[in-house]
């Protein structure tokens, strides 16, 4: 077994990176005297959980215009935060984000430390590490899945994830040096998202491939191995869109629990594995929809059959003025639903 402490791979690293960095929008370059923003490091940080940075990367552009500092996103109205979130998934992450938000506006500002940061809601392990490391230039580690690739690859360990992660830890911990830590673990992380890649890794470009264990063993592209995981359920489910007379829409908002917490979205059943009971919202001559949306969240498989109906002016309900609904704002299953019940409304609209 290598040992990580005696592996000095800092230099070349980050001469590589001061060259090549990546430009994100919440990054300071390499060499700037401007240092990182930690609101613009935390908002990212939390952005990019379970999300791609192409993905976050106009989400962070709208949010930091909107609400350039952390007093501004505390002062934030709930639901103009999640109508602003939607589609980006996972939304307990923007519940905590206003949690947070009002926390450290209200105390005067983000913690330094790795501890502190991590008593915060929706920051764990990894995101008060970045937090730490990058905004700070605390000599914390910082692992992501980029960082435990680079890791298992250099030291060309074969143990599989997520049972590795503990000593891949371990590894990064030796590595992280006390100048530049801020850099260092973005450097890291920038090589596994450019170079030190999940499939046909660029070793012969790689700045640290003279100590790469796997490169010389030839087991880079192997690397990590991964336990194989056990196959999503598939839960099923009915959700009923209809619009009112006047062109508005009947929505609710979802509990501040569970999936899709304080969203809107069209009234539903539960989504369960087996048999689902029709339960409409109100009384209305409500017609199955031709398909069905499909979704997949991080623990199963959606299938969601959907009714439509026309209502009249006098129904029950909260509606939304059509002058004021903007599907954009859903959250993304809620989105596929409304494309398929709306092509089905304009079809068929009462004479």
Request: charged share 20%.
């Amino acid at each position: 077994m290598r040992d990580a402490v005696a592996l000095e791979i800092a230099p070349a690293l980050l001469a590589w990176y001061d060259r090549h960095a990546r430009d994100l929008p919440w990054r300071v370059p390499p060499g700037s005297a401007v240092r990182p923003d930690p609101y613009r490091i935390w908002l990212s940080e939390i952005m990019l959980q379970q999300t791609t940075v192409a993905a976050v990367k106009n989400y962070f552009e709208r949010f930091t215009t909107r609400w350039p500092t952390v007093e501004a996103l505390a002062a934030a109205p709930d639901a103009d935060v999640m109508a602003e979130w939607a589609g980006l998934g996972y939304y307990a992450r923007a519940r905590n984000l206003l949690k947070t938000a009002r926390l450290v506006a209200a105390q005067g500002g983000f913690p330094r430390t790795r501890a502190a940061l991590q008593g915060l809601p929706g920051i764990g392990p990894y995101t008060s590490a970045a937090i730490a490391a990058i905004a700070f230039d605390q000599p914390e580690t910082v692992v992501d899945g980029n960082v435990e690739r680079v890791m298992a690859r250099l030291f060309d360990e074969h143990m599989p994830l997520p049972a590795a992660k503990s000593r891949l830890t371990d590894y990064a911990s030796g590595l992280t040096p006390r100048q530049r830590p801020g850099d260092y673990a973005q450097a890291v992380m920038d090589l596994g998202a450019t170079i030190c890649t999940p499939r046909n890794p660029a070793c012969g470009i790689c700045p640290v491939m003279g100590d790469c264990a796997a490169r010389v063993a030839g087991t880079a592209p192997l690397l990590p191995r991964k336990t194989r995981k056990a196959a999503k359920p598939v839960r099923f489910g009915i959700a009923y869109v209809a619009r009112r007379a006047d062109g508005a829409w009947l929505l609710e908002q979802r509990p501040d629990h569970g999936l899709l917490g304080g969203m809107l979205g069209w009234p539903g059943t539960e989504w369960r594995e087996g048999p689902v009971t029709e339960a409409p919202p109100c009384a209305a001559d409500w017609r199955a929809v031709p398909g069905e949306v499909r979704h997949t969240f991080t623990h199963f498989h959606l299938r969601l059959a959907l009714r439509a109906a026309h209502l009249p002016m006098d129904a029950p309900g909260a509606f939304v003025p059509a002058a004021e609904f903007d599907p954009k704002k859903l959250a993304t299953v809620m989105r596929k639903a409304h494309a398929l019940a709306a092509d089905y409304l304009s079809q068929t609209e009462p004479s």
